[in-house]
């Protein structure tokens, strides 16, 4: 199971780089791609990486300076989903 949790963490990590490639490409009219003309493909990308992050980072016998790292994920992926249910894309 943690090897699942850090491979798809990894896998996350790649399309959020790839992401945000297309996204500044498309952005700064370089090239034409249809689902990164805005960032709302990016901030769904990190959403998911910063989750998998949490749950890869996260110990259950962990002391609290060990918690900080998961649970900035968490805020991070809270602000993101909060742009996007606000439609800031």
Do not use: E
């Amino acid at each position: 199971m943690k090897k699942t949790i850090n491979l798809l963490g990894w896998i996350g990590v790649c399309l959020t780089i790839l992401t945000l490639v297309l996204t500044l490409l498309t952005t700064y009219q370089f090239t034409y791609v249809k689902y990164f003309n805005s960032y709302y493909t990016m901030q769904w990308c990190i959403f998911f990486t910063m989750l998998i992050w949490a749950a890869k980072m996260f110990d259950f016998k962990a002391n609290r300076n060990d918690i900080v790292c998961p649970v900035t994920c968490v805020l991070i992926a809270i602000g993101t989903i909060f742009f996007i249910f606000m439609k800031v894309y």
